[in-house]
């Protein structure tokens, strides 16, 4: 039996603003990629993303910008915090 992946909005990235501007706001900044696809730069907010991290949930249904299903690949953090500050999305579908 397979789990549905948890909903994840994501939105274009705001390219204008540097990512600890883009950190400040609430956002972190995601880099979406996948076999034979080109890397796509998106932003997800911080505390939705990090709620389901502490749960422990890795694969998400991206709504929003971009649509699909995604495992969290590596997700850069904080040392201190711990706060996500960069994410890789693999997209699986």
């Given amino acids: 039996m397979t789990s549905t992946p948890s909903p ?3 939105t274009e990235r705001d390219n204008t603003v540097t990512p ?8 972190v900044p995601a880099t979406l ?3 034979n696809k080109e890397a796509v730069s ?3 907010r911080t505390h939705e993303f990090n709620q389901l991290l502490l749960q422990g949930i890795r694969e998400f249904q991206l709504t929003g910008f971009v649509e ?6 590596h997700v850069q953090r904080e040392p201190v915090s711990q706060k996500p500050i ?3 999305l693999y997209l699986v579908q």
């Fill in 68 to 73: 699909g299903k995604v495992k969290a690949q």
């Fill in 8 to 10: 994840l909005k994501v």
């Fill in 33 to 35: 990629y996948g076999k």
């Fill in 42 to 44: 998106v932003q997800v």
């Fill in 20 to 27: 600890h501007q883009l950190r400040e706001a609430g956002y």
């Fill in 86 to 88: 960069s994410i890789q």
